[in-house]
């Protein structure tokens, strides 16, 4: 079985944390809407001022900054056994870029996730 | 229930000492910069990359609701068959055998996964049963 890959990413910054999102799950990246949904949440930080959004699943999603990586076929980390439940299972993945680490998320599962409300 | 004597890793964190099958500890290495992962709990501090594995940091101190101020600077890692996660240490003593059967320390949650006290040279410490910690992780407590 071949390893897991993901062509091209989103790649989403909200205070010191990082997160990757599959190219193929966001729509557009545009300005802020009134009443975003804040990535922030999901790492316990408080939303930023500015930033910028991402459409996904149809819903805004406020990150702090934001790049697209296109480069086809990056191998994907598999979720360690202990993380398996973290973010609503919307935790897909990590892949590795010039030596760090980034989480890969389904903009999807994360966006329904962090509508619900996430646990304290 | 631990019972008969076993080799344990036993390491400290903060003030507390807590003891891990030999078996199970795969190495002792110093921490890197940590990623952060959404969702994650206090305990939780981040992920790292080792040969090519992503592995969990957890804070042990935190975890068992005995937080500490102290810096960690290294981390046991543990391996089971279900997967491996990396436990914070402030120092590590040795190996130790742990005798007799120990009673869980709690019931629920965390503590559920720890027996103890068990007697070593260095003090009393907690031994660790880390599949049935790792589960109980993976249920995203």
């Known amino acids: 079985m071949s390893a897991p890959v993901v062509d091209g990413v989103v790649l989403c910054r909200v205070g010191g944390a990082r997160l990757a999102l599959s190219c193929h799950e966001v729509e557009h990246v545009a300005e802020l809407p009134q009443g975003p949904i804040e990535l922030a949440v999901a790492f316990g930080e408080p939303a930023p001022a500015e930033g910028r959004a991402l459409c996904a699943a149809g819903r805004f999603l406020r990150v702090e900054s934001v790049d697209v990586l296109a480069t086809p076929g990056l191998a994907v980390l598999p979720v360690p056994a202990a993380l398996s439940g973290l973010a609503g299972g919307a935790l897909t993945g990590f892949v590795e870029l010039a030596g760090q680490l980034w989480p890969l998320a389904s903009a999807r599962g994360l966006v329904e996730w962090l509508t619900a409300g996430p646990r304290a | ?141």
Do not use: Q
């Open chain 2, 1 to 141: 229930m631990v019972d008969g004597p076993k080799g344990h890793l036993v390491f400290a964190c903060g003030p507390g000492l807590y003891a891990v099958p030999a078996e199970r500890a795969a190495e002792v290495v110093n921490l890197p910069p940590l990623t952060r992962v959404p969702g994650a709990g206090p305990h939780l501090l981040g992920v790292f990359a080792h040969r090519g594995e992503v592995l969990p940091v957890i804070d042990l101190a935190r975890l068992v609701g005995k937080p500490v101020d102290e810096p960690f600077k290294r981390v046991v890692l543990v391996r089971v068959p279900k997967g491996a996660m990396a436990l914070t240490a402030t120092r590590v003593i040795g190996v130790s055998h742990l005798e007799g059967a120990l009673p869980r320390l709690a019931e629920a949650g965390a503590l559920a996964h720890l027996h103890g006290p068990a007697r070593v040279p260095a003090g009393e410490c907690a031994a660790i049963e880390p599949e049935g910690l790792l589960d109980f992780l993976a249920r995203g407590r």
